[in-house]
């Protein structure tokens, strides 16, 4: 079970942290991700971490800018968004790598206004 938390609704150049709390599962086991759909498009992968090692991976489209992180003694990931522009706006979802139909949540959406 994972809820992600922490969007809104800011400027161009804002910064927003996304959190993923999990539940029922050895998070400190998975490989995590955060994925993103907006309107009228395919979900893609923003960023992803590896379990213990702090391996990142950023798509191009958001590097430099976010920076995921995890703290495993709270099993919760985050996501520091910074400098987001309008096309930054989705609704924001955590989940493992590879993903789980079963563990997609409700997501947060992030909406960035130019």
């Known amino acids: 079970h994972l809820v992600e938390s922490g969007g809104g609704l800011v400027h161009a150049g804002g910064s927003l942290r996304l959190s993923c709390a999990a539940s029922?599962?050895?998070?400190?086991?998975?490989?995590m991700g955060w994925f993103r759909q907006a309107p009228g498009k395919e979900r893609e992968e923003v960023s992803c971490?590896?379990?213990?090692?702090?391996?990142?991976y950023y798509a191009d489209s958001v590097k430099g800018r976010f920076t995921i992180s995890r703290d495993n003694d709270k099993d919760t990931m985050y996501l520091r968004m910074n400098n987001l522009k309008p096309e930054d706006t989705a609704i924001y979802y955590c989940?493992?790598?590879?993903?789980?139909?079963?563990?997609w949540g409700q997501g947060t959406q992030v909406t960035v206004s130019s």
């Open positions: 989940n493992s790598v590879p993903r789980s139909a079963a563990l």
């Open positions: 029922g599962l050895s998070f400190e086991h998975y490989y």
């Open positions: 971490i590896d379990s213990n090692y702090g391996r990142t």
